[in-house]
């Protein structure tokens, strides 16, 4: 009976646990309403390996709250929010900016080389028209933040 009732405490301990902390969702969870394609909540900086969002594409899609210098070895999730192997470096082809900062996108990783800006708020559903460019972006800049 021992077995048994060690197995009773453990699922009472788990079921406490998770009633004790209301704001404990599973990740996969939270990332479940950005895994549609097209799809960007506050306060993410939302890439897509293709144009239009994803719409229509393969849905390849990586969000981001920080600035980052380098995208090489960055992956893309995919369609069920999990990490692909595929290298999202100089692959955005559209873009979502839902963080409450400016945010550039550079064709180098440093922030250098060509960049194109992006307001909060703003979404472009294809890079090829502006100075960043399909499929060059290799590090991204927030600033003037709310
Ligand atoms: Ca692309
Ligand atoms: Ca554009
Ligand atoms: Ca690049």
Redesign the pocket.
């Known amino acids: 009976m021992k077995p048994l009732k060690k197995t009773a405490l453990a699922t009472a301990a788990l079921l406490a646990a998770t009633v004790l902390v209301p704001g404990f969702i599973p990740a996969a969870q939270a990332e479940a309403s950005d895994i549609r394609a097209g799809s960007c909540n506050a306060p993410n900086f939302c890439l897509f390996e293709n144009a239009n969002f994803n719409q229509g594409g393969v849905n390849h899609w990586r969000d981001i709250t920080h600035e980052d210098d380098d995208f090489m070895g960055n992956h893309w999730r995919d369609n069920n929010g999990y990490l692909t192997n595929v290298d999202m470096?100089?692959e955005t082809s559209s873009v979502k900016n839902r963080t409450g900062c400016s945010v550039r996108l550079y064709?180098?990783a440093n922030y250098q080389?060509d960049f194109t800006g992006f307001d909060n708020g703003a979404g472009d559903g294809s890079l090829s028209d502006n100075r960043i460019g399909n499929d060059?972006?290799?590090s991204a800049l927030f600033f003037n933040c709310a």
């Open positions: 470096n100089d064709e180098h080389g060059r972006a290799s």
